[in-house]
């Protein structure tokens, strides 16, 4: 049996690819409660806010994302929402990914829809 490749910083887990591709859908408006949103809307899947959060500062350690505070709003009680943006190595990784994903599948519909 050959040795399992090592797992570096940008290698992806599941909900942290979801996420990632929810910032990169949003764009400049992607905040946790909007993250957690989209990933809701594309997918279907509930997931809370504090995991949104947790992931997305998973993501900031790895350097995958980038986060700024924005204005203060009296809506918020005075305080800055969160925003996070992909880096150019989120943006690798989440190409990365993605072509795992579709290498993978490739070939795979008919037998996935057949079960």
Do not use: C, H, N
Not at 60 to 66: M, R, S
């Amino acid at each position: 049996m050959s040795p399992r490749p090592s797992s570096s910083s940008s290698s992806l887990r599941e909900f942290e690819f979801v996420v990632l591709l929810a910032v990169l859908a949003l764009g400049d408006g992607a905040y946790p409660l909007a993250i957690r949103d989209e990933i809701e809307r594309r997918s279907g899947r509930a997931a809370s806010r504090a995991a949104v959060f947790i992931t997305l500062e998973r993501l900031e350690d790895k350097g995958l994302v980038a986060s700024r505070f924005g204005d203060p709003t009296p809506v918020r009680g005075g305080r800055a929402k969160r925003f996070f943006r992909a880096t150019s190595a989120g943006v690798r990784a989440a190409r990365q990914s993605l072509a795992i994903i579709t290498s993978m599948s490739a070939g795979l519909a008919l037998i996935v829809k057949s079960r």
